[in-house]
């Protein structure tokens, strides 16, 4: 292992290559500090030359690599595992943003760079940048579309997956491949972008993108309708996305618990509402027209959901601190379910259209299988994807509450495979979620995962025990 | 190969086994009429589970397959090569439309319906299928998906590749891989789809899919602009994507010389201006509003190019008819060319940011390589994408001119490369192409490819000799 690092100083230089403990914590525990594992270095190259050389190192000493980016993965995705003979390979210094083309609406990223740097970067170019979630000050763009990040902006612009024109990835075999040309068509050969996309690192790293820039919207309108129902909320949903067409890009669903619990524990944000409603929607509307404008289609569409009976009161937000207050409503669901105490989390997704019934057949297996526990449910219904975590009865303790997990969970997952529905929507598999993941994907799929992985990582060394 | 057909033969029925002259000449010869492939046979299953019992049987027999849907594409990839050893798996039987679901905005159809036919039955759920491009009428969505068909939609809507959700897919080895949920987000492991997609059939044969539907637009309008370069066409394209957003759903140039071929060949149809331009470009607006509101949007995107001197001259279409007739200005070039004798074909791509340029550089180049040759330049703009056909010179054969069809390609295809573009936008690789590309694509994108294909299909009888 001495001649591995030893040749790693030679390749990247001793300062980056870190074995104290006080160097590489940061690297080995997840995000959400339920797991630290064990390397053999963290490796932190400058560039894609040097990753390259890297790559190729672990691949002659037969070292494992473990990508990782901003580390703020969900799934156990990012950090390596006990064995201790892996080492992290950091693309955090890879954070230069090669070009900006706002005529091709397109701009060149390295793998380190930090989502929101991008998004800034984007808007300097008087261009918008659409990808957006939770961890965006801190995660990067190479973490982003090595597990195809969803987000709040999916609706309208889709998964990070489809916010890629091109990549720079280097092989597990430690070559660079460069396909950075960002065209918007090219129809020569098999979409290895699209492998790599989602991957999560067990087939080579991503050290460059080109990713899709768009027009900047004139105005963004928020509204917040309240109302009884999953199954009123996908009619309100049906009627948005006619009346606004693609300018519709937010459509979150919220329970009143969940609200109750923002409410709970972030003392001065609640609904505006006079009373409370079982279900509330947020809405937002991204016009290239006016603020104007878009104020009279969302009074449009609430005014016809109203005389329908699809909503039973709703407020469009009138200035931009009304709209980052309901925003917050939704963003501070997982930090207010956090502060409650240890849960249960989903990230699952089924047909838009068995939604509904899905939250009500689960609801209830669940009330079987743990009675009282709280149905913490809240997500991004336009996609047909819900954050479907389940807290402790009130007054029961969470560690005892999380021995339940397993059985939870399968119950859980169990119903959205019956609904036809994934178990990760947004969040990828990981180690959190590999074995599992073959209980419902098919064998035959299983299979051709293998042989990809065995045909380009033959000597298993890209993220092991990651995803497959 | 009696032993063969014979087992085909109680697999699907005889009378889907064609093995007559007659019967089988209309699925060896390519859609253009320039080549006519053998086969052992024509197979024509009724279904996924015929199609992977003959996918098995050829693994079994050793018997080369060259899976074939409305056999309208353009670059030799749905006919059998000279050797007469292979099989054409004609799709055409598998044409039902197994399930719309309005509220999840999909449509699982099964590889054989034909395009207009799936175009049609979103319509009648009051939804749109926006992939539209010129074979409609007979070419199939499985043929669309296999070669990531582009067409007019792609401004907006994106290619084929990014309307699809999920796919049945027999593989090489003829088993089944169902993934046919039709879900928003799905992050459990590696994107099978998208490598399918774009195969060209060198990977397995798509039996079905899902499809992505829209609301239908509540208004479509059309405009053609008047103006003198291409590079004024790109100031016109974005001040349009600002001014318009998403609804900007089409915008294709078309240079003066395209429109004097369409007008000569086609005697009533001439573009709308008292005097003749230099380029024109045709204009769609999309609008989920009203007919008023978007013909509003226009005038001002007119009304400010005309200001700013971008462009000379513009029309709105006032009626369906003139939006037709507009439209056919631009579907009729192709005719046109054709009538005008035979031509040299390309289908290139570029960033949109250098496209004004490539054409300034590419027609020196050609005009040094083949004096007097006439430009014949029009397509998507807004993608980046050129039919860039050249026609020879007034006077000359064309059977003089198309022996130089080697040597043109070259100098188009090299400038192509050095403005960062690809060879093939839209048409795909087939056997056309399959050599050309490999002095273009980089030796490690395609080692990935032989990598993949070997790994999927070791006896390569998935449609040998195309793409790989």
């Given at each position: 292992?001495?001649?591995?690092?030893?040749?790693?100083?030679?390749?990247?230089?001793?300062?980056?290559?870190?074995?104290?403990?006080?160097?590489?914590?940061?690297?080995?525990?997840?995000?959400?500090?339920?797991?630290?594992?064990?390397?053999?270095?963290?490796?932190?190259?400058?560039?894609?030359?040097?990753?390259?050389?890297?790559?190729?190192?672990?691949?002659?000493?037969?070292?494992?690599?473990?990508?990782?980016?901003?580390?703020?993965?969900?799934?156990?995705?990012?950090?390596?595992?006990?064995?201790?003979?892996?080492?992290?390979?950091?693309?955090?210094?890879?954070?230069?943003?090669?070009?900006?083309?706002?005529?091709?609406?397109?701009?060149?990223?390295?793998?380190?760079?930090?989502?929101?740097?991008?998004?800034?970067?984007?808007?300097?170019?008087?261009?918008?940048?659409?990808?957006?979630?939770?961890?965006?000050?801190?995660?990067?763009?190479?973490?982003?579309?090595?597990?195809?990040?969803?987000?709040?902006?999916?609706?309208?612009?889709?998964?990070?997956?489809?916010?890629?024109?091109?990549?720079?990835?280097?092989?597990?075999?430690?070559?660079?491949?460069?396909?950075?040309?960002?065209?918007?068509?090219?129809?020569?050969?098999?979409?290895?972008?699209?492998?790599?996309?989602?991957?999560?690192?067990?087939?080579?790293?991503?050290?460059?993108?080109?990713?899709?820039?768009?027009?900047?919207?004139?105005?963004?309108v928020t509204a917040l309708?309240?109302?009884?129902?999953?199954?009123?909320?996908?009619?309100?949903?049906?009627?948005?996305?006619?009346?606004?067409?693609?300018?519709?890009?937010?459509?979150?669903?919220?329970?009143?618990?969940?609200?109750?619990?923002?409410?709970?524990?972030?003392?001065?944000?609640?609904?505006?509402?006079?009373?409370?409603?079982?279900?509330?929607?947020?809405?937002?509307?991204?016009?290239?027209?006016?603020?104007?404008?878009?104020?009279?289609?969302?009074?449009?569409?609430?005014?016809?959901?109203?005389?329908?009976?699809?909503?039973?009161?709703?407020v469009i937000a009138s200035s931009i601190?009304q709209s980052?207050?309901l925003?917050?409503?939704?963003?501070?669901?997982?930090?207010?379910?956090?502060?409650?105490?240890?849960?249960?989390?989903?990230?699952?997704?089924?047909?838009?259209?068995?939604?509904?019934?899905?939250?009500?057949?689960?609801?209830?297996?669940?009330?079987?299988?743990?009675?009282?526990?709280?149905?913490?449910?809240?997500?991004?219904?336009?996609?047909?994807?819900?954050?479907?975590?389940?807290?402790?009865?009130?007054?029961?303790?969470?560690?005892?509450?999380?021995?339940?997990?397993?059985?939870?969970?399968?119950?859980?997952?169990?119903?959205?495979?019956?609904?036809?529905?994934?178990?990760?929507?947004?969040?990828?598999?990981?180690?959190?979620?590999?074995?599992?993941?073959?209980?419902?994907?098919?064998?035959?799929?299983?299979?051709?995962?293998?042989?990809?992985?065995?045909?380009?990582?033959?000597?298993?060394?890209?993220?092991?025990?990651?995803?497959?």
């Open positions: 292992m001495n001649a591995f690092l030893q040749a790693c100083r030679a390749a990247i230089g001793a300062a980056h290559v870190l074995t104290e403990p006080a160097d590489t914590a940061g690297y080995l525990t997840d995000q959400r500090g339920r797991y630290t594992g064990r390397a053999v270095a963290v490796l932190r190259p400058a560039d894609t030359a040097e990753t390259a050389a890297i790559v190729r190192l672990c691949a002659q000493y037969r070292v494992p690599v473990v990508p990782q980016g901003g580390n703020t993965g969900l799934v156990l995705g990012s950090v390596p595992d006990q064995g201790g003979t892996a080492a992290v390979l950091s693309l955090r210094r890879l954070n230069r943003i090669r070009a900006v083309d706002p005529v091709n609406n397109t701009m060149t990223v390295e793998a380190g760079c930090v989502l929101q740097t991008v998004q800034q970067e984007a808007a300097a170019a008087a261009r918008l940048f659409p990808l957006s979630l939770a961890a965006e000050g801190s995660c990067t763009i190479g973490g982003n579309l090595s597990t195809n990040a969803g987000g709040t902006g999916v609706l309208r612009y889709g998964n990070t997956r489809e916010l890629c024109l091109g990549l720079e990835v280097v092989t597990a075999q430690g070559e660079v491949m460069s396909s950075l040309k960002g065209l918007r068509k090219d129809n020569t050969g098999y979409d290895l972008r699209d492998l790599f996309i989602g991957a999560e690192g067990t087939l080579g790293v991503i050290t460059a993108a080109v990713l899709k820039l768009f027009p900047q919207p004139r105005a963004q309708a309240a109302l009884k129902t999953p199954a009123q909320a996908l009619r309100l949903l049906n009627l948005a996305q006619s009346r606004c067409g693609p300018a519709l890009t937010g459509f979150e669903l919220m329970s009143d618990f969940c609200l109750q619990l923002v409410a709970k524990h972030f003392t001065d944000q609640r609904p505006p509402f006079a009373q409370r409603h079982a279900q509330y929607v947020l809405l937002e509307l991204s016009d290239s027209e006016s603020e104007e404008h878009a104020r009279g289609i969302f009074e449009d569409v609430i005014g016809n959901a109203l005389e329908q009976g699809i909503i039973d009161d709703a601190a980052k207050s925003w917050q409503l939704r963003e501070n669901i997982s930090m207010a379910q956090a502060h409650e105490g240890k849960n249960i989390k989903h990230d699952i997704s089924v047909p838009i259209s068995r939604i509904a019934e899905f939250i009500e057949v689960t609801d209830k297996l669940v009330q079987q299988a743990s009675p009282a526990c709280r149905m913490v449910t809240f997500g991004h219904l336009g996609d047909g994807n819900l954050h479907y975590n389940v807290s402790p009865p009130e007054g029961v303790a969470d560690t005892e509450f999380i021995r339940q997990q397993h059985a939870i969970n399968l119950v859980v997952h169990d119903s959205v495979d019956r609904f036809g529905g994934s178990i990760s929507a947004e969040h990828g598999l990981g180690a959190l979620k590999r074995e599992e993941i073959t209980r419902y994907k098919s064998p035959v799929e299983l299979a051709l995962m293998r042989t990809i992985k065995q045909a380009l990582d033959p000597h298993n060394l890209m993220n092991p025990g990651k995803v497959i």
